[in-house]
Structure formats: C-alpha cells, structure tokens
C-alpha cells in the first residue's frame, strides 16, 4: 500500500477512501458506530446517524501515480468493495459529472480515459471474471520517464482471502497486458 507497515496510515487511507466515496457519490459503506473526532464535514452526516466507516469489506486494490508530464498530479490508492454492501442513493456532492453505475466494458470502450484507470479497470475486470487466478500482489502504476510502468508488491491488506505470505513481488511494463 506504500505505508512501509505504517498502521496508522493505512487505516487512515483506508478511512479517507471511504469517506470520500460517500463525499463524491453519496454512498456510505458503513456501520453502527462512532466516527470520533473528525474534523471534516461529512463525518456530520455520519455522526448523526451513528455510523462509522465499515473497513471489514474494503480491499486495497492498487496504487498509482501519474506521469511527471500531466497536468493533473496524483498519488492514488485504489480499494475495492461489493456494491451490494453500500447504502444511500448515488448522488453526492456534485464533484463529478455524469455520475451513474456504468459497466467497465462499456467505460473502456467509449469513454476518454487516462491510461491508469484503463489499467484499473481492466485489473478489476480480471479479479471479477476469475478472483482464484487474479495476481495478490497490488500494482503500483508509475512511470519510469515518460514510459508507463507497474510493479507489483505484496499488501498488507488482504484481498479475496489470501495473505501475504502468498504474495511474491515481481515488475513489468505496462503494455505486456495483464
């Protein structure tokens, strides 16, 4: 996850994840519960209703940072959880246009996207189709220059069951598929 076995951090990313899907969506992955202090204002809503961030059910997925040449900057983690396990209406905070459940084949055929969510995309694809076969390493997306790169690492998180001590590192471009 790129803590270095920093708990703290990787909860707190954790947390931030699941916090900002409700921000940006609308939709909680919660349970009952106390969220603390926190000093953002979404966690008012959460208060409120006496939830705090269910993380039994989020997996680390990846992580990703963009080309040194793009407008846009980012260092992003990226989690996964079952739809089926969020509440609330998808609505959110008006961050993002368009906002709808849209099937990832369709979003990698007809949608402009950035190379590191064409990656993630397809990535989540191959753990839905076949979790038994999906690599439990997490990607890191990256560059090297200006040439896409991804290297694997073992997470501390679990994903689809398996720990780490069945997860070995290894690298490679990204335009080898996988």
């Known amino acids: 996850m790129g803590v270095r076995g920093d708990t703290k951090k990787a ?12 921000e940006e969506t609308g939709l909680l992955l919660a349970e009952s519960g106390d969220v603390g ?3 953002h204002p979404d966690w008012t809503y959460w208060k409120a209703r006496g939830l705090a961030p269910d993380l039994r059910h989020l997996g680390y997925f990846g992580r990703a940072i963009t080309s040194p040449v ?6 992003a983690r990226f989690f996964i ?3 089926g396990l969020l509440h609330g209406q998808l609505g959110g905070s008006g961050e993002l246009s368009d906002l ?3 099937p990832a084949d369709d979003v990698l055929r007809d949608m402009l996207i950035v ?3 064409e990656f993630m995309l397809k990535a989540l694809i191959r753990f839905v189709e076949n979790p038994a076969s999906f690599n439990p390493n997490a990607p890191l997306f990256s560059y090297r220059g ?9 997470s501390d998180a679990m994903l689809a069951g398996r720990g780490p001590g069945q997860q070995a590192k ?4 990204a335009d080898t598929g996988q």
């Open 37 to 39: 202090v926190g000093e």
């Open 146 to 154: 200006l040439v896409p790169f991804i290297s694997y690492h073992p």
């Open 81 to 83: 959880a079952h739809a």
């Open 115 to 117: 190379d590191v969510t």
């Open 100 to 102: 709808d459940f849209y």
């Open 11 to 22: 909860q707190a990313l954790a947390i931030t994840a699941v916090r900002e899907t409700f």
């Open 170 to 173: 290894g690298t490679r471009r």
């Open 70 to 75: 793009s407008p846009i900057r980012f260092n």
